[in-house]
């Protein structure tokens, strides 16, 4: 990997070269970091720390801090997960936190103050708990579709991706709170995500996957994760052209953590200058680290410089002695009750309006007489994708069934069906459950191999699904061998079969009254985190009488691990003739809501799917359920590309996401017109999977993945290969039209620094207020095909037009030469194309460069 011989300090403007809707910028470290202009220099701050103290402070202390060195003014730091929101610490389920709309919900906004807007309210809530910093957001890229965390990450394409990810930094930063960009690079896949090895040319790297990570560190951040996978056989936080790039060429002066437990060795992530081993206490870092320079093997700069940034972080978030107290209040602090607000707001701007049929959308209540809230999503929506960190959103969030009946019910019937079976056992939280004293939850027992058989400690919890890393609150380090013993009376609400699973980091059994039902074996030692990320559960059947409780204990045996885990869950009888029922309903109503989509374990960390359809039993359901009404609107929860074969045989298809603790707040504002819909499609929606240049990709006998071979991806594969999209990235309609004038080029300065505006005059055609989304798209001399170069949102009136100017700087039209290890620009002929998304694109111009 080659990378310019001298560095640079980072383009200011890199990220605002693309777009003008931009929020206000980072504080810089001078600006933010000592705002009280008192405290020693952070080079002096080192020399209070002797060799060994300062290598000791390049591992965490515990799973989500830092180690403190008072001598230094440095106090820990408590980190935490938040791509969804706030990650407990302790992964307790009763510790709750604000759960956001997801990654691909945010990158349908294609607006940088609606994303600003999230995270200035997930930083407000972060600096009232105590935080330093969160690891979000996820700049990986959807190129497939079918990563197990499509839904964290913001879009397919780079400087979509660039754009968002950097106003989010904004936000969550301007109070006080580092944002950790991840997982850095080319972490787009689940499978085997600890061992593969990505195989990528340095151009498209260059241009496509570490572009994001150039634009939002270029725009301020404070620290970056480094991923668990292999860049073209070295590991990313072992890789040290990598990590040059970062601090050499680009000039960043931000810390580099790794992905939890993702170092293999000492010394290769040392010498690639990584700057800090999480979780804590160290396995590599640490006094290993201290040894490896006390011995030669490493030398004391790179400790130097890792704890430099260190202490640069704590003084920037305003923890570092002499720094000043961080403000409780910020600019622009959003408080716990003005939250749900913005949460609601960003939902409905990322709801994606891709088929309205005769304008079925938006309703009017007060014309309807039924209406059929139908769909097995409607009334269990999926909230969030499956991650280590599950996020317990404060309250009980109001779910699409309960919103929309809140808000038409005054006006018409409104009737529910789910349609489908549920199929999977759910957490016993969610079901009629008490300890065996009578009190409401579940009784954990621990033990410790070495303490003998009786508990060490007891608590009673809420829900059956937990982890804990590194330690267990209580009890200690997860490293050491002992047991964990669930007991819970269920009473059943239905008679019949009932299945019960468990499954965790150790050996488990399941009994119900005694009598065993269910076990299953410890996980392999190399697959614990990997099971635990999938929560793999063996069941078995009891046949319960309702009303009758019955006791359930499951007992897992683990001999220590750096993790460990129980789920429990339960699927009670499921009702007959869920599909007739459904379809019945929707017979009779004026309009039906069909809402359909993922389920919690449809798309989970450490595991990729098969494809991206929905389940057969969903797909028939909408099919039925249309030819009966065809008023039917499909409402698709979920936070990936789904494929869509029934979508022309419905009225209307609004994509939801996975929008949030206020999905139904938003969702019934928006069918009710109260709310537009106001996204735009970031990932592309091919016709068939097969389409997909990474259709059928895997990795080689040496775990190897080779993206070269699928590039480009998303829509410019579709372009290339003269593919039409289902739906086309960028495409989305609102509740009002749209009509564009001629677009104009204005060119200004000279190279290297020209800068481009497009205007275009853009008028509001319709019978309402609503925002369209003007995109600008160029491709090179003898390129096939076409990249998204800058984008701008515009807002207006019924019958309005406003001119709409895109900026677009000389980097628009830049690409990475391996032969200089620097950008350049081809001469000749570049093309310019104007319109509303990467397939429709009417106005197009030329500049020769």
């Not at 969160?134 to 397919?156: D, H």
């Not at 992905?259 to 800090?276: C, I, Q, S």
Request: glycine share 10%.
């Amino acid at each position: 990997m080659s990378r310019n011989s001298h560095p640079r300090e980072a383009d200011p403007d890199a990220v605002t070269a693309a777009h003008i809707e931009e929020p206000d910028g980072l504080q810089t470290d001078s600006a933010h970091s000592n705002p009280n202009g008192a405290g020693e220099d952070l080079p002096g701050l080192l020399t209070r720390l002797d060799p060994r103290q300062r290598a000791v402070l390049t591992a965490g202390a515990t799973g989500w801090s830092t180690l403190p060195a008072p001598e230094a003014g440095l106090p820990a730091l408590l980190m935490g997960d938040g791509p969804l929101g706030l990650v407990s610490p302790t992964f307790d389920e009763r510790e709750t936190s604000l759960l956001l709309p997801c990654g691909t919900a945010l990158g349908a906004t294609w607006d940088p103050e609606i994303v600003h807007s999230v995270a200035l309210a997930q930083g407000s809530e972060a600096l009232r708990r105590g935080f330093a910093a969160v690891y979000a957001p996820n700049l990986n890229l959807a190129r497939t579709g079918q990563s197990g965390r499509t839904f964290e990450m913001l879009s397919e394409d780079p400087l979509l991706t660039g754009v968002l990810g950097s106003a989010f930094v904004a936000g969550l930063q301007s109070q006080g709170v580092a944002s950790c960009p991840k997982h850095l690079v080319c972490n787009d896949t689940e499978t085997e995500r600890q061992r593969m090895s990505v195989t990528v040319d340095e151009v498209t790297l260059r241009e496509v996957y570490l572009r994001p990570f150039e634009m939002v560190l270029g725009a301020g951040a404070w620290m970056v994760m480094a991923a668990y996978n292999r860049l073209n056989g070295v590991p990313c936080t072992a890789h040290a052209d990598l990590i040059a790039i970062l601090k050499d060429e680009w000039g960043w002066d931000g810390l580099v953590v790794s992905d939890y437990f993702a170092l293999g060795e000492t010394l290769a992530p040392a010498h690639a200058r990584l700057d800090l081993e999480m979780p804590g206490p160290a396995i590599h870092f640490g006094e290993r680290l201290a040894d490896a320079v006390a011995a030669g093997e490493v030398p004391q700069r790179h400790v130097d410089d890792a704890v430099l940034r260190l202490l640069r972080l704590a003084r920037r978030v305003g923890a570092l002695t002499g720094s000043g107290p961080r403000p409780s209040e910020p600019a622009g602090h959003v408080s716990a009750a003005d939250a749900s607000s913005v949460l609601v707001a960003a939902a409905a701007a990322s709801f994606t309006l891709l088929r309205d049929d005769a304008e079925a959308l938006p309703l009017r209540p007060r014309e309807l007489r039924r209406l059929a809230m139908l769909g097995p999503n409607a009334q269990k929506p999926c909230y969030q994708g499956a991650t280590f960190g599950r996020v317990r959103p404060a309250g009980r969030a109001v779910t699409p069934w309960e919103a929309v009946r809140e808000r038409f019910g005054p006006f018409c019937d409104v009737v529910h069906e789910p349609g489908v079976p549920q199929t999977r056992p759910e957490p016993l939280g969610g079901y009629r459950i008490t300890t065996p004293d009578g009190h409401p939850g579940v009784l954990l027992e621990y033990g410790r191999t070495a303490a003998g058989p009786d508990p060490v400690h007891s608590e009673v919890r809420t829900d059956s699904s937990f982890v804990w890393f590194g330690s267990i609150p209580g009890v200690g380090a997860t490293a050491e061998a002992g047991y964990l013993r669930l007991t819970t009376v269920f009473v059943p609400e239905s008679t019949g079969r009932h299945v019960f699973a468990a499954g965790g980091s150790g050996e488990t059994v399941l009994t119900i009254d005694g009598e065993e039902i269910a076990r299953r074996a410890a996980p392999a030692p190399g697959d614990i985190m990997g099971q635990v990320a999938r929560a793999e559960m063996t069941g078995g059947e009891a046949y319960l009488t309702a009303g009758v409780p019955v006791t359930v204990v499951v007992r897992m045996d683990s001999p220590g691990a750096r993790v460990q885990a129980l789920t429990v869950g339960c699927l009670p009888p499921q009702p007959r003739n869920a599909l007739e029922r459904a379809v019945s309903a929707a017979s009779s109503a004026d309009v039906t809501v069909l809402v359909v989509g993922d389920t919690l374990e449809t798309s989970r960390e450490s595991r990729d799917l098969d494809g991206s359809a929905l389940p057969a039993e969903q797909e028939q359901l909408i099919r039925r359920v249309a030819e009966v009404n065809p008023r039917t609107v499909v409402v698709l929860n979920a936070g990936r590309p789904v494929d869509m074969p029934w979508a022309d045989d419905v009225a209307a298809v609004l994509y939801a996401w996975l929008p949030g603790q206020e999905f139904g707040s938003a969702l019934a504002s928006v069918l009710a017109g109260d709310l537009e819909p106001g996204g735009r499609l970031p990932v592309t929606v091919p016709r068939r999977d097969e389409d997909r240049s990474t259709w059928g990709e895997r990795l080689d006998a040496d775990l190897a993945l080779d993206y070269t071979a699928a590039e480009p991806t998303g829509y410019r594969h579709l372009w290339r290969a003269g593919l039409p999209a289902r739906f086309a990235f960028g495409s989305g309609m609102g509740y009002t039209r749209w009509r564009y004038g001629s677009a104009r080029l204005a060119v200004t300065g000279n190279a290297p620094e020209r800068r481009f505006e497009v205007k275009v005059p853009v008028t509001n055609t319709g019978p309402r207020t609503g925002r369209d989304v003007v995109q600008v798209y160029v491709r090179g001399p003898g390129e096939p095909d076409i990249r998204l170069a800058g984008f701008a949102g515009v807002r207006t009136g019924p019958g309005e037009t406003a001119e709409v100017m895109v900026a677009l700087e000389e980097r628009a039209f830049a690409r990475w030469d391996t032969a200089s290890a620097q950008w350049s620009v081809a001469p000749g002929r570049h093309e310019i194309l104007v319109g509303r998304s990467s397939t429709d694109l009417p106005d197009r111009m030329a500049v020769d460069l």
